[in-house]
């Protein structure tokens, strides 16, 4: 024995929450997997970090797409901005980000808004490799 | 609202959050944040420089 991990020892699942139900805490709540799985670090600052990048584009009265098959791009950003999880369903509630496209924050607003989202559809991807033991 | 001091906070996050995703060691993760930044606000520079002249 070498002592070096295989690729195979390395791809063993963790013991603890299922992996699906850890990607939905990923999803509902930015860095919560991480947080769960012991990272807290990184888990607080994906939180506070994506949170804030969210408020930002609310604040810049950047809008919050609705999900419009007939408009291919539309949807596309409703699927990102939807990556945020529960602070996007408290923002939709609360009737935020219906967007002033008037306003001269208006696109920048926008890519905080889609960007924050997008970026943690790459937190879960990352929650979900350390959750698989391939990090 | 300045746009720069928005595109600084926009770069700024993005490269925290990048930094944090692919390293695990501080250091590292401060490298590779600076880095990060410094490339997205380089370029954002330079593009707009670039495109100064254009008749928008």
Known sequence: MNGRATTVEKARPREGPGVALLAIAAWAVPGAAHFWLGRRQKGLIFFFALTLMFAIGLWLEGRLFPFEPSQPLVALAAVADAGLGVPYVIAKAAGLGAGRIIAATYEYGNAFLIVAGLLNFLVILDAYDIALGRK | ?56
């Open chain 2, 1 to 56: 609202m300045s746009h720069v001091l928005l595109l600084v906070l926009f770069a700024f996050l993005v490269s925290v959050v990048f930094a944090v995703l692919m390293r695990d060691d501080p250091r590292e993760q401060l490298r590779t944040g600076g880095l990060f930044f410094g490339g997205f606000v380089g370029a954002a520079l330079l593009i707009g420089w670039l495109m100064y002249p254009l008749p928008l």
